[in-house]
């Protein structure tokens, strides 16, 4: 990290830390060690970040379509203009769950061999660290091409986190979800809203059309007295 | 060099070789290792090259110019076609002398954080092989083995259609959206879902949770006799 001028590393609930090893290993850059933030989840890890691209080394049925990592580096630097932007990578031995990668909004791959294609942890963080220097100095990279030029500010990760339990409640209420037999329902609503890269905006339409909902299956709606949230929709523009 | 897909490994005048340290960490490469040439210097082990690459982490007074990693990738694959071709790295300490540097045809820099700028070895060597076979299969890469297909086909235009109306339908019975009064909801919604390009599955499961809203506000469950329309997940996988 340091070699590549990366200086903010967060920690989900390490083992370990601080840990002599690390810090013998780090030989020149403990000062960012000393200077990380252990974090007790993956979700508290990506508060207030926009955007976070999770590295992925094999296929996934579902979640994110990984990207190269020349390219996601490209991703990234766009998307740090517009707020905090996170590389997630998981552990050494088992990499990140699919339930890690689905709250991640993109996922990155390193080419590599087929018949021998699991980089060690350090190794693919040097890589994609690389990238990211290459893409920030390199003469004039290409823009990625953003499908639509956005209307408001990206939603951040607990913004985003908070619709889908939101979106939960209300499937369970109207019968359309049951907890005790999930499917793969979730997941699927995940790497929908996933694709579209959700804007602070578009949260508070859903979350409203989803509180409106919640309230007329509870025989209430927006304007009676009983009602306790608002839910007409209130976007100005 | 195994995840990057280079296999020729030659050592000059190694401390100790073979080496249980350095086979416990080769872990599922150690072919590389069983296979390497030792040689007894640098001369020797540049016989019957055309072009050698040496790592050159700091400015010299003599010798090449060094260029970054991703040019020194395309100029020693161009070289390839013509005859074999080097790699050159110095040791973990002390790098290359003036003097090895000199017996190569070129060098190489990885860019690096001015204030803390040496890599250690093996970063050095992962950084220079995956540029290497970035090189090599970057114009023509292999087909993406990792990237998830499609879960289902695209919705066509009258699907999504449809999805759109009965959302509407929904917004307008809980109060949320006031057909008298439109403001931009809609053409937000659009938007939004246009970005993700639904699939027909998708479709069908927001139309699902619709449906159950719907029945919901209705004072309905998807259980009850009254209900006309099933609307529970019924997506099979």
């Known amino acids: 990290m340091k070699t590549m001028g990366l200086q903010r590393l967060m920690l989900v609930a390490p083992q370990r830390f601080p840990d002599p090893e690390a810090t013998a290993r780090a030989s020149g850059a403990s000062d960012l060690l000393d200077a990380a933030t252990v974090c007790s989840s993956l979700d508290e890890a990506l508060q207030g970040t926009v955007f976070a691209i999770a590295l992925s080394a094999r296929a996934r049925d579902l979640g994110p379509e990984p990207a190269q990592a020349r390219q996601a580096a490209l991703d990234l630097l766009a998307r740090a203009e517009t707020g905090e932007v996170a590389l997630v990578f998981g552990n050494e031995t088992s990499g990140l769950s699919n339930a890690e990668l689905q709250r ?12 021998y294609s699991s980089l060690n942890l350090g190794a693919a963080v040097q890589i994609l660290a690389y990238e990211l220097r290459m ?103």
């Open 104 to 115: 991640c909004h993109a996922a990155v791959t390193i080419p590599a061999n087929l018949d």
């Open 135 to 237: 893409a920030a100095f390199d003469a004039a990279p290409p823009r990625p091409q953003l499908a639509t030029p956005s209307l408001s500010d990206p939603a951040t990760h607990e913004e985003i986190e908070g619709f889908y339990g939101h979106l939960e409640r209300l499937m369970i209420r109207t019968g359309f979800h049951d907890p005790a037999r999930p499917k793969r329902l979730l997941p699927k609503l995940r790497r929908l809203f996933g694709r579209a890269q959700l804007e602070k905006d578009e949260v508070n339409i859903l979350r409203g059309i989803v509180a409106a909902a919640e309230m007329a299956a509870e025989g209430r709606t927006p304007g009676q007295a009983g009602g306790t949230r608002g839910a007409a929709d209130k976007s100005n523009n």
